[in-house]
């Protein structure tokens, strides 16, 4: 190994299970089920089921007029506008989405995206691989009654 591998990769170890290649075209996005969304799509690009031992990679498609449910959960992740425009309700307000924004929504924020423009907004979330393993807990409606 390179002086310069050893540096930046000092335990680096080879795994049996190799690197992941697929496109999202050959990913099949399903409809958002919680309560409260509308128009969500979402594509598991890469998590558990491939063998991805930390982190899943998920592509959100909102639909113009389309949103998540407010919603809260006890896991961070981390978030990529790909395409499209709209708003994200988190820290107690709401602000403006753009293509090419990044946001980190930390554990137990409760947050929302929404379409507020003429074209799908898009999105690459990411979140701990446990998020999508049987029985994971699922994320809480935020009651805004309250």
């Known amino acids: 190994m390179p002086a310069v591998a050893k540096l930046f990769f000092p335990a680096l170890s080879c795994s049996n299970r190799g690197m992941i290649h697929k496109n999202l075209t050959h990913v099949p996005a399903q409809e958002v089920a919680m309560p409260g969304a509308q128009n969500v799509r979402m594509q598991l690009l890469c998590g558990p089921a491939d063998g991805c031992p930390n982190f899943a990679m998920r592509r959100f498609l909102i639909a113009p007029g389309g949103r998540t449910p407010l919603h809260q959960h006890d896991y961070e992740h981390e978030v990529l506008i790909l395409a499209g425009a709209g708003v994200v309700f988190g820290n107690g307000k709401e602000q403006p989405l753009q293509t090419g924004d990044v946001l980190y929504v930390p554990a137990n924020e409760p ?24 029985g994971a807990p699922a994320p809480k409606a935020v009651d805004c009654a309250t």
């Open 111 to 134: 947050h929302q995206f929404r379409n507020t423009s003429a074209t799908p907004l898009e999105f690459i979330c990411l979140v701990p691989a446990f998020v999508h393993r049987p």
